[in-house]
C-alpha cells in the first residue's frame, strides 16, 4: 500500500521559514522521482518542486526559485522541502507525490500518488 504522509506545516509570518517532511512508504522509494505540490483556495493544484531519484537533478516552479530547496534521504525514505523568505501567496495545502519516472519532472502528468497534505499559513 503506497502512502506518503506529510509533516511540518503551520503558521508562520511573512518572511519566515518552514521545513516541511514526507515520509514514504509502499514503493521503493529509490526508483522515483519525488514532487511537492500546493493548492491554495479556489486555485488548481500546481508543481513546485521535483527531485530525481538520485536527488541530483531538481526542478522549481519560478514562484518559489531561490526560496524553497527540494531535497530527499533516500536512507529514511523521506522527501525534505526547505521554505524560506515565506510570503502570503505562498499560503496552501502542501502535497509530497511520487513521480511515475525517475526524473525531476516539469510536468505535473508525471506524478501520482498524493499524500493528505500539510497545511502552511503565511500571515502579514
Known amino acids: 500500500q503506497v502512502q506518503l504522509v506529510e509533516s511540518g506545516g503551520g503558521l508562520v509570518q511573512v518572511g519566515g521559514s518552514l521545513r516541511l517532511s514526507c515520509a514514504a512508504s509502499?514503493?521503493?522509494?529509490?526508483?522515483?522521482?519525488m514532487g511537492w505540490f500546493r493548492q491554495a483556495p479556489g486555485k488548481e493544484r500546481e508543481l513546485i518542486a521535483g527531485?530525481?531519484?538520485?536527488?541530483?537533478?531538481?526542478y522549481y516552479a519560478d514562484s518559489v526559485k531561490g526560496r524553497f530547496t527540494i531535497s530527499r534521504d533516500n536512507a529514511k525514505s523521506t522527501l525534505y522541502l526547505q521554505m524560506n523568505s515565506l510570503k502570503p501567496e505562498d499560503t496552501a495545502v502542501y502535497y509530497c507525490a511520487y513521480g511515475t519516472t525517475g526524473w525531476a519532472s516539469p510536468r505535473s502528468l508525471d506524478y501520482n500518488y498524493w499524500g493528505q497534505g500539510t497545511q502552511v499559513t503565511v500571515s502579514s
Open positions: 527531485i530525481s531519484w538520485t536527488g541530483g537533478d531538481t
Open positions: 509502499g514503493r521503493t522509494f529509490t526508483m522515483y522521482g
